[in-house]
Every structure is written in structure tokens, then in C-alpha cells.
């Protein structure tokens, strides 16, 4: 579940940030690749976790996975919205305002997963989820204040946020799907 949503997500935040540098000539191509994206994304719901194994039984198993699909349903429908403003060329202050929930929403997760993973799991495990929990909280945040005030001159500063966070969550992704963060 966590590997194919961190590396699903990273390949958005990826895309998207070639969008914001301008090496996309066209909005289209990116909308498409992360429109399809996101709605892959959605799959990493009915997985079973990789890393949030728990003991199997208890409240803490349900939460852990409750915070980790609230993160995956709003990425996802980050990546749709981002889909729909490349295709049709919404205003970019809609997914920007977006930012906020988003910043929000990582920002539980982040609380939860670095005060409740570290006593039950490896320093591998609840280090790989708070890590790419955070990359994702500051993309996110940078994402608001970019496109929903319009900083334009934050514009580098985003696709370059975007390129690395996207490349962190991406290998954090890569490394749950590989085993090597167990």
C-alpha cells in the first residue's frame, strides 16, 4: 500500500515539476501523466500495508492505515485536480487553496506516524514514512503559497521543491515496493 502510493505520487510530483520549470511545452501531456497517475494511486487503497504491519490486531493497526488512506484519497485527488487544470486550463488558484488541505492533512500524519511508529517498528520503517510524510507536507505548503497568491516568484523555488520531493517520496516508494525498508 505505502510503496505503490509513495511511488505513484513521487512520479506526480515529478511530472509536475517539469510542468512548473517550463519544459512541458504543453499543459496536455502533464494532465494526462498525472491525471492517470492519480487514479493508479487510488489502487494503493484496497492493498494490504507493507510497512504498517502492526501486531495484526488492535486499534493501532486501524489507525495507522485510517491516516495513511486520508493521505493517499487527497493526494489522489490532488493529482486528478492538477489533471483537470492541464487539460481544460483552470485558473491555477483553485489547486493552490488545495495546497493548504493538503499541507494539513500530511501534516497529521506526519505527527502521528513520528510520536506512534517510532516504539513499534524499525527505524527504517517510521523513519521512511515521516520522512516522505514531510517531503510531502512542504511541497505542499510551497504549492499554496506559489499558486494561490501568486508569488510568481516562487516559481523556481516550486518546480525545484517539486523535482526533489517528488524524486524523495518517489525512492521512499521504490524502496518499501523493494524491501529494502522493512
Avoid: C
Amino acid at each position: 500500500m505505502e510503496g505503490i502510493f509513495f511511488a505513484l505520487i513521487g512520479a506526480v510530483l515529478f511530472s509536475q515539476s517539469w510542468h512548473v520549470l517550463g519544459l512541458y511545452a504543453e499543459g496536455r501531456m502533464m494532465a494526462i501523466f498525472t491525471g492517470g497517475l492519480g487514479l493508479l494511486g487510488l489502487i494503493a487503497l484496497w492493498q494490504t500495508p507493507q510497512l504498517l504491519t502492526g501486531d495484526g490486531t488492535g486499534a493501532d493497526m486501524v489507525a495507522e492505515t485510517t491516516i495513511l488512506k486520508m493521505v493517499i484519497i487527497i493526494w489522489a485527488a490532488y493529482a486528478v485536480g492538477v489533471a483537470a487544470n492541464g487539460l481544460w486550463d483552470f485558473d491555477e488558484r483553485a489547486i493552490g487553496f488545495y495546497g493548504i488541505f493538503l499541507a494539513a492533512g500530511t501534516a497529521v500524519s506526519i505527527i502521528y506516524y513520528a510520536e506512534e511508529l517510532e516504539s513499534r517498528y524499525s527505524n527504517a520503517a517510521w523513519l521512511g514514512m515521516s520522512g516522505a510524510t514531510l517531503a510531502l507536507t512542504a511541497v505542499a505548503t510551497i504549492m499554496f503559497f506559489y499558486q494561490a497568491f501568486g508569488f510568481h516568484v516562487l516559481r523556481l523555488v516550486t518546480g525545484w521543491s517539486l523535482l526533489i520531493g517528488g524524486s524523495v517520496v518517489g525512492l521512499v516508494g521504490l524502496g518499501v515496493i523493494g524491501t529494502v525498508i522493512t
